[in-house]
């Protein structure tokens, strides 16, 4: 088990650049597989992006791709969430999450091992 705290949401302007982080307690945080979900008011928790054990392998969802990168240092147990050209559409709470493995292809909310408490990110008009 990790447990994961996030940081970094607030309100940016359309087009504008934010950068979550996702720090993790426990020394076997090179073990999990990490994501980013994020869940807007009355949807689903959706993801957009993953990234394997290593670094090596990332998945993102056709919203995010070409936008979003996500990457991780293993070092400082920590994931990054870099989301540029927000939108409107990409305003939710965002949540940092882990599962035991070395992938984590195409990731759904019910499969995560462990989950962050969420940042806030609003993108205005």
């Known amino acids: 088990q990790v447990q994961l705290v996030e940081s970094g949401g607030g309100l940016v302007q359309a087009g504008g650049s934010l950068r979550l982080s996702c720090a993790a307690s426990g020394r076997t945080f090179s073990t999990y597989a990490m994501a980013w979900f994020r869940q807007a008011p009355g949807k689903e928790r959706d993801v957009v992006a993953a990234i394997s054990w290593s670094g090596t392998n990332k998945y993102y969802p056709g919203s995010v791709a070409g936008r979003f990168t996500i990457s991780r240092d293993n070092f400082k147990n920590t994931v990054y969430l870099q989301m540029n050209s927000l939108r409107p559409e990409d305003t939710a709470v965002y949540y940092c999450?882990?599962?035991?493995?070395?992938?984590?292809?195409?990731?759904?909310?019910?499969?995560?091992?462990?989950w962050g408490q969420g940042t806030q990110v609003t993108v205005s008009s």
């Open positions: 999450a882990a599962r035991q493995g070395t992938l984590w292809p195409n990731p759904k909310a019910n499969e995560a091992d462990d």
